[in-house]
């Protein structure tokens, strides 16, 4: 964050900052007890109903990934807890199966918590390297780059009858969950 930026009241931790968070919380008790929108607009200045519920859905958006942050962490500490307990055993001499079993299901559980398993996906050119072999009627098969232009045609048309019997559904862009459309109410 710049200097100026500091100076204009906009830093992570300035007064009017600070006040909005104050007021998003309150706006967030408001709608607790059972105030509509229209109230806590009125009660707190808001600009209008849709201001103040912008300010009730982030401030409790912000509540929640504290909530899981912390909750994250706990789980953290109390697997390596765990672990580190468990560690002793699996390398004794012999080992302890079952603590070693266990300590593989924690791993996997502190894995997964942490997202440490998540596969990141292919990348442009991994997938530029792929050779495809293609059989036209009853030609020889090629690699698709040595294929004519009548030939690729002729492989398409091929390929015609098969999408249409392979019925996919049709993709509108709209999604019926009502989480994806919060004001829908």
Known sequence: MTHQAKRKGKGRYSPKRLADFERAREAVRMRKAGASFDQIKE?????????????????IERARNRTVAAMREQEGDKLDILMEALWTACTADPPNL?????????????????????????????????????????????????LSDSELVSYIKELEPLVERAQIPEHTGESDDPRQNPLSE
């Open 43 to 59: 009660a707190l200045a808001y600009t209008d109903r849709s201001a103040a519920y912008r300010a009730v859905t982030r401030e």
């Open 98 to 146: 079952e603590s070693v079993k266990v300590y593989i299901l924690c791993a996997r559980r502190k894995a997964k918590l942490w997202g440490l398993d998540v596969v990141p996906p292919p990348t442009a050119q991994a997938s530029a390297n792929v050779q495809v072999t293609i059989q036209v009627g009853s030609g020889e098969p090629k690699e698709i780059h040595e």
